[in-house]
């Protein structure tokens, strides 16, 4: 078995990353993800990879799409404002089925806002913040071992699906530390990248492109996106599920929020309440049949958010129609991060 | 018998969409011969632009990415990073280039990465039908600059390839023209030099091409053609700004 390492968990992402095989690495200055340009710029050039601190948010992302245009894996971290930046190219990305990996390590905001960890960036990350109408893959870890072993299982999905993915995280997972216990690559198929270019060689010219102006050509292409989208639905949901077997309100929340409201939760067993949490660990897809099957018999939700209420419109789309969703949010910033007594309160009050 | 003239491997056998008087078609023709005679069509990987050369695919045979507008050379630069056995270029508009992708140029340049540029200088954006460009030329009418450009208010025409060759990282730098048959061997020369700095791992190459645009310009292809000489040629000084190996 190999030793446990305390490390936060931005440290976390990018082992996780070179675990994967990532090797170029492209990115741009911002807090709170700074450890990750520097842990990259450290270890990347003795595994013979890539690391460029690139001019602007744009520019990395722009060599991302160059390297995975050749079939790399290749990365790029960033928080709020440069995830902004980097839209346009991660929607050429989507239209040309570039696999990557986006890291946001969000912060509050609108505008400059601030480094506080904060979930505004859901309905950017998970509504395809771009233009034209697209999907990024995008998973929420809450914990040390999860942003290592998600940023690995990201990698393949991005390979699998042909999809940039992004792993959305803030400064709480992003700067706390804890035990982590890496462990290689799951192995798992993959297919050929038969779309990857090389410079042509004997074979045929490969092209990639997002322009389409023949006759439906272009309806056909968001077509073949949207299908895949419903794949990803189909098959790569998933969620956490702790003690909603008899739970008569359950709460639920992703990332930062979750942990906290897992303590709550904890609390709220301690006093002898039926409470259970489910945490969505895929936000797109988002889990929408396990909240389906858990309000069949639970009528009562409470999700619980980072900002003023994003992820609670999927919840309320997803759970059964005669099930009551309740919010509690606060929009971050200093001094706003909720406690568990707090959450522990809301329960008690809608429970 | 001897076969004196043929069409360059790298090129398609196709009807390109440009425009009668264009010189875009003859630059293609020039970038695909230096790809040829340095047998570099099977590891070339071309990073198309946004502007009238977006179907880069559709007329050279050789595979090729498509670039968000201005940033070819930040995905240059990542082609090249993953794959150093591959040839690199873009292939890029004024507008793209010199405007929106200022930023890109500019630091893929000073990084030296071992790419080559080729830059299509027409004085306006083509694609979108004839706006004002960075390279526009004082007193140029434009879709947006109706009553011609004025330095007062719009600044004056860029000089790319003079900013360019003052960089460390840019081994070789140089501005061409294809108006005349002189004109058009000299490029073809320019574009081979290089296309030589990154066969030989020798650094950031950048070419400009001066390129007429009869359709936005309300010219004839003639006239279009005559411009590139008299008023381009004027402003755009040709030459060898930059070449550090000295080839
Ligand atoms: C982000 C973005 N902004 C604007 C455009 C619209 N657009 C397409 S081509 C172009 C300019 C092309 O001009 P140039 O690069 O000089 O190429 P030319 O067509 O003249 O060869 C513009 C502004 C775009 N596609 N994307
Ligand atoms: S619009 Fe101008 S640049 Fe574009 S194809 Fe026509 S002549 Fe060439
Ligand atoms: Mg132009």
Redesign the pocket.
Known sequence: MSKRLLVRGNEAICRGAVEAGCRPYFGYPITPQNDIPEYMSRVLPELDGVFIQAESEIASINMVLGAASTGVRAMTSSSSPGISLKL?SISYMAAMELPCLIVNISRSGPGLGGIDASQGDYFQAVKGGGHGGYHTLVLAPYSIQEMYDLTMLAFDLAEIYRIPAMILGDAVVGQMKEPLEPHPRPSRELPPKDWALRGKGDGEQRFIKSLYLGDGELEARNWVLHAKYQALKENECRCEEFETSDASLIVTGFGSAARIAKTAVMMARDEGLKVGLLRPITLFPFPEKSFATATAYCKKVLDVELNTGQMVEDVRLSVARDAEVFFYGRPSGTGSLPTPEELLEQIKKHY | MQQVFKRPESLKDVQTHYCPGCH?GTIHRLVAEALDEFGLQKKTIGVA??????FLYSYFDIDVVES???RAPAVATGVKRARPDSFVFTY??????A??GTAEIIHAANRGEDISVIF?N?T?????GG?M?PTTLLGQRTSTSPFGRKQDTEGYPIRVTELLSCLDGVAFAARAAVNTPKNLMDAKKQIKKAFRYQVEGKGFSFVEVL?S?PTNWGMSAIQANERVGKEMCDYFKLGTYKNTANF
């Open positions: 346009e | 875009h632009s946004i502007g009238c050369s977006v968000p507008h201005g890029q508009g004024d507008g793209d280039l405007a929106i299509v027409n306006t954006y083509g694609m979108t706006q460009a390129s645009c």
